[in-house]
């Protein structure tokens, strides 16, 4: 039997019983796999941790896009860094705001390989209202805050802040979303584990809140990530993130597909435990201790 192994801490993991392996190679940017797995069907790792499954990969993006989405009075342009599996893309598509959205991964054999093993994902690479772009996010940022350009929710699907992705997490990034959201959008970054990595978690938060008006976490439960219960921050200028602003009529309308958010699980995201609140609002020690082997970056 051949088992995969993803480790959560230095002592703690998710093992996948593989069936088959598609792919393993190494990128200049990183190593992918994709197999298949008992239980959680096709896999997508980077970097020797878990991207993608088929079984839990709707509750992350439905996560990821629809608060911000949803709060945000009139989405029109969204940006998307990272998020070259398309499942993000594919959440943001199901708004009829949306007039564009642009995708900008840094790893072009990532959209190959979700364009092959992903295709339910993978179609909204082209729908006619999609962008996507292989490029750095740090530098595409830049150069659209120079130009000028404007998007409405920018939305950070990145891969945890090692290799390339590191510069994602970083002051000098969430400053030019800050530019690029000029003033009223929304810009919400992955935020990693409440479970393992408070740690990181504080370190986001407090970086958002030294740059942007309102900083709302909220958080939900992704099965395949260290813990099972992942962070997300609404960082914002304009409209902050809160239950009051989820709109009954705009989630009925997103049809019957989604498979994680409905009305009342989207007011309920923002009610985080005791030990979060106490971490976020005083920072110092977390308890439980953060079991986080990588320290922040910056
Ligand atoms: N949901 C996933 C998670 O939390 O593990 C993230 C999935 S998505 C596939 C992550 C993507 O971020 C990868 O495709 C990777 O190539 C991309 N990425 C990493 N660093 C990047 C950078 N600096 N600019 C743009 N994309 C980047």
């Not at 990532?110 to 909204?124: D, E, M, S, T």
Request: negative net charge.
């Amino acid at each position: 039997v051949l088992r995969y192994l993803d480790p959560w801490t230095a002592h703690t993991g998710l093992t996948y019983t593989v069936t088959r392996v598609y792919e393993s190679i190494e990128t200049p940017f990183q190593r992918i796999e994709v197999f298949e797995a008992e239980d959680f069907g096709t896999v997508l790792a980077l970097g020797g941790v878990t991207n993608v499954t088929d079984r839990d990969e709707s509750a992350y993006h439905e996560l990821l896009a629809h608060p911000p989405l949803l709060c945000h009075p009139n989405p029109r342009r969204v940006l998307i860094i990272g998020g070259g599996d398309g499942g993000t893309l594919r959440e943001v598509l199901r708004h009829p705001t949306v007039e564009e959205a642009v995708l900008v991964d840094i790893d072009g054999e990532v959209i190959r390989c979700a364009r092959q093993y992903f295709p339910k994902l993978a179609a909204a690479f082209d729908h006619p209202r999609a962008r996507v772009l292989v490029d750095d996010g740090l530098a595409y940022v830049e150069r659209a805050a120079a130009a000028g350009e404007r998007f409405d929710v920018v939305l950070v699907d990145s891969t945890d802040p090692v290799d390339a992705a590191v510069e994602l997490f970083t002051e000098k990034f969430y400053r030019s979303c800050k530019a690029v959201l000029g003033g009223t959008g929304v810009l919400v970054p992955q935020s990693d584990s409440l479970t393992f990595c408070m740690e990181r978690v504080v370190d986001i938060h407090r970086k958002l809140a030294g740059i942007f008006g309102a900083v709302t976490p909220y958080a939900g439960h992704c099965l395949t990530y260290p813990g099972g219960y992942w962070a997300f921050m609404g960082a914002t200028d304009g409209v902050a993130l809160a239950p009051g602003r989820v709109d009954a009529a705009r989630v009925a309308a997103l049809g019957d597909d989604l498979r994680y958010v409905n009305e009342p699980l989207l007011r309920a995201l923002f009610a985080l435990p005791q030990y979060v609140v106490r971490a976020l609002a005083g920072g110092g020690p977390t308890d439980p201790p953060s079991l986080c082997d990588r320290p922040p970056v910056d």
